[in-house]
């Protein structure tokens, strides 16, 4: 017991002086980071290992770990073909160009804007396929490829397309809840309809479980022959 | 229906006021086969999910090759699976032989027997659902039962979905019967063959929603609230 309380103090004041944040193992110190720097990356996992292989890799290992750096930081700033801005962003963007200042992200919009917009990098213009080719819904026959409405990747076009989306939906759901009230509604009568005795034996409800073979809808339907085979 | 005397005049003598002839009742049994495909998929909303699906891959962050590279081919072998999906408009659609199970694989399909019918006048065949009158058995459900294995052969395949009958309809004395009487319809499902051997009737004939509302056109309005899709 004496042994377990002993290091707390020494640890508690380790603590406190140089935190350390739980994820990366570096140090926590978030009042000194200035946005634009590039982030100190935690060293524990390039460690180099070995007192003996430190003669041979240490000329090769920091050309690798440039380039696994190099990895690192394409990934973690990936672009994207349109920026996410919100309005009082792009107002300051438009206020930094009149001072001349202009920031790597937006340099390299206006680089995308030149090379031809979004096709370049990869958002198709005319309406992409869902689902792997050959299976997807139009070739399966599950839309009718003619009668979807035409439309540009515009915020309007998106909200028109939504208050369709929405009005349809809504009412094929209003539509189904009046169907199965009802259905609800004539099993009632129906049972009131009953002779005494027989509404008795109605009004027992059914609690054996539903077969568990009972077909379930699919994508595609199953071969013709195939269920015979299967008994 | 027969009762025993003794409760035959005890209903005549009794002050309980309903009327005091046995009321006659008919089970029948609506049996569906649920679809096997999803259904159709509107183009409004089609067109909903593929735009939202573009605009949010405009946002989407594009990585290095090399990185995409890593996680291709660290996962499992290429394999290519050839498969050819069935057609969704089988042939029972292209010749719209309409005692085939295959037919309206989206839709659901309910089971019409050709023949004689209880409320029919005498000998003259029409089209029904299978029904029986009902005889002292323990349960309306029983009966429906009976009824239904007597014009399939097996209960094995189907599925009685609850004790109380969907919905009733009070028929009007035609042709033989000479009193109104009570139609009582209980639902089940087939589960999971695709041939049924139909005996004790002359046709049998499997129907989609709006067919059978051209089969009954007198109760057409009951049917389909009764019948959703």
Same mark, same amino acid.
């Given at each position: 017991?004496? +042994?377990i &309380?002993?290091?707390k103090?020494?640890l $508690?004041l $380790?603590?406190?002086?140089l935190?350390?944040c739980?994820?990366?193992?570096?140090?926590?110190g978030k009042?000194?980071?200035?946005?634009?720097?590039?982030?100190?990356r935690?060293?524990?996992?390039?460690?180099?290992g070995?007192?003996q292989?430190?003669?041979?890799?240490?000329?090769?290992g #920091? @050309?690798?770990q440039?380039?696994?750096?190099?990895?690192?930081?394409?990934?973690?700033?990936?672009?994207?073909?349109? @920026?996410h801005l919100?309005?009082?962003? @792009?107002?300051?963007e438009v206020? +930094?160009?009149? =001072?001349?200042? =202009?920031?790597k992200?937006?340099?390299r919009?206006?680089?995308?804007?030149?090379?031809?917009? @979004?096709?370049a990098?990869?958002v198709?213009?005319?309406? =992409?396929?869902i689902?792997?080719? #050959?299976?997807?819904?139009?070739?399966?026959?599950l839309?009718?490829?003619?009668?979807?409405?035409k439309?540009?990747?515009?915020?309007?076009?998106?909200? +028109?397309l939504?208050?369709?989306? &929405?009005?349809?939906? =809504? +009412?094929?759901?209003?539509?189904?809840?009046?169907?199965? &009230?009802?259905?609800l509604?004539l099993?009632k009568?129906a049972?009131?309809?009953?002779?005494?005795?027989?509404k008795?034996?109605?009004?027992?409800?059914?609690?054996?479980?539903?077969?568990?073979?009972?077909?379930m809808?699919?994508? $595609?339907?199953?071969i013709?022959?195939?269920?015979?085979?299967?008994? | 229906?027969r009762?025993s /005397?003794?409760?035959a005049?005890?209903q /005549?003598?009794?002050?309980?006021?309903?009327?005091?002839?046995?009321?006659?009742?008919?089970?029948?049994?609506?049996?569906?086969r649920?679809p096997?495909?999803l259904?159709?998929?509107?183009?409004?909303?089609?067109?909903?999910?593929?735009?939202?699906?573009r605009?949010?891959?405009?946002?989407?962050?594009?990585?290095?090759d090399?990185?995409?590279d890593?996680?291709?081919?660290?996962?499992?072998?290429?394999?290519?699976?050839?498969?050819v999906?069935?057609p969704?408009?089988t042939?029972?659609?292209k010749?719209n032989?309409? !005692?085939?199970?295959?037919?309206?694989?989206?839709?659901?399909l309910?089971?019409l027997? *050709?023949g004689?019918?209880y409320?029919?006048?005498?000998?003259?065949p029409?089209?029904?659902?299978p029904e !029986?009158? *009902?005889?002292? %058995? %323990?349960?309306?459900?029983?009966?429906?039962?009976s009824?239904?294995?007597?014009?399939?052969?097996?209960?094995s395949?189907?599925?009685?979905?609850?004790?109380a009958?969907?919905?009733?309809?009070v028929?009007?004395?035609?042709?033989n019967?000479? %009193?109104?009487?009570?139609?009582?319809f209980?639902?089940?499902?087939?589960?999971?063959?695709n041939?049924f051997?139909i005996?004790?009737?002359?046709d049998?004939?499997?129907?989609?929603?709006?067919?059978?509302?051209?089969y009954?056109p007198?109760?057409a %309005?009951?049917?389909?609230?009764?019948?959703?899709?």
């Amino acid at each position: 017991m004496i +042994r377990i &309380s002993k290091p707390k103090p020494l640890l $508690t004041l $380790t603590h406190q002086l140089l935190q350390r944040c739980t994820v990366s193992g570096t140090a926590k110190g978030k009042a000194k980071l200035k946005s634009g720097q590039p982030l100190k990356r935690s060293k524990i996992s390039s460690k180099k290992g070995g007192p003996q292989k430190d003669g041979d890799s240490s000329g090769q290992g #920091g @050309r690798i770990q440039d380039e696994k750096q190099r990895l690192y930081h394409e990934c973690l700033n990936a672009p994207t073909p349109v @920026r996410h801005l919100t309005p009082r962003e @792009r107002a300051r963007e438009v206020e +930094r160009e009149k =001072m001349g200042l =202009m920031s790597k992200e937006r340099q390299r919009e206006v680089e995308i804007l030149k090379k031809g917009g @979004r096709k370049a990098l990869g958002v198709p213009d005319d309406p =992409m396929i869902i689902g792997t080719p #050959g299976l997807d819904l139009i070739t399966l026959g599950l839309v009718d490829a003619d009668k979807i409405p035409k439309y540009e990747l515009t915020v309007e076009d998106g909200r +028109r397309l939504a208050k369709e989306y &929405s009005r349809v939906l =809504m +009412r094929k759901h209003r539509a189904r809840q009046a169907a199965e &009230s009802t259905l609800l509604r004539l099993k009632k009568e129906a049972i009131e309809a009953l002779p005494e005795k027989l509404k008795q034996a109605a009004l027992v409800p059914d609690l054996a479980p539903f077969p568990a073979n009972r077909f379930m809808a699919t994508l $595609t339907p199953p071969i013709e022959g195939y269920i015979e085979k299967m008994y | 229906m027969r009762r025993s /005397l003794a409760s035959a005049a005890r209903q /005549l003598a009794g002050t309980r006021g309903f009327c005091s002839k046995p009321e006659k009742i008919v089970a029948s049994v609506l049996f569906e086969r649920l679809p096997v495909v999803l259904p159709k998929i509107d183009p409004v909303v089609y067109a909903f999910q593929e735009f939202s699906f573009r605009w949010r891959q405009q946002y989407r962050r594009r990585y290095p090759d090399e990185f995409l590279d890593m996680s291709k081919s660290k996962g499992k072998g290429d394999y290519q699976i050839e498969y050819v999906p069935a057609p969704r408009i089988t042939e029972a659609d292209k010749t719209n032989d309409k !005692k085939s199970l295959q037919r309206a694989l989206d839709r659901r399909l309910y089971l019409l027997l *050709y023949g004689n019918s209880y409320g029919a006048p005498s000998g003259k065949p029409v089209w029904h659902f299978p029904e !029986k009158v *009902y005889e002292s %058995e %323990e349960t309306l459900r029983k009966c429906a039962e009976s009824a239904l294995n007597s014009v399939i052969g097996d209960l094995s395949d189907t599925y009685f979905v609850g004790n109380a009958p969907m919905g009733h309809m009070v028929m009007q004395p035609t042709g033989n019967v000479s %009193e109104p009487y009570k139609q009582f319809f209980f639902k089940s499902q087939v589960i999971a063959t695709n041939k049924f051997n139909i005996g004790k009737c002359k046709d049998f004939i499997w129907v989609t929603k709006d067919e059978l509302l051209e089969y009954f056109p007198e109760q057409a %309005e009951f049917l389909s609230k009764m019948i959703i899709s």
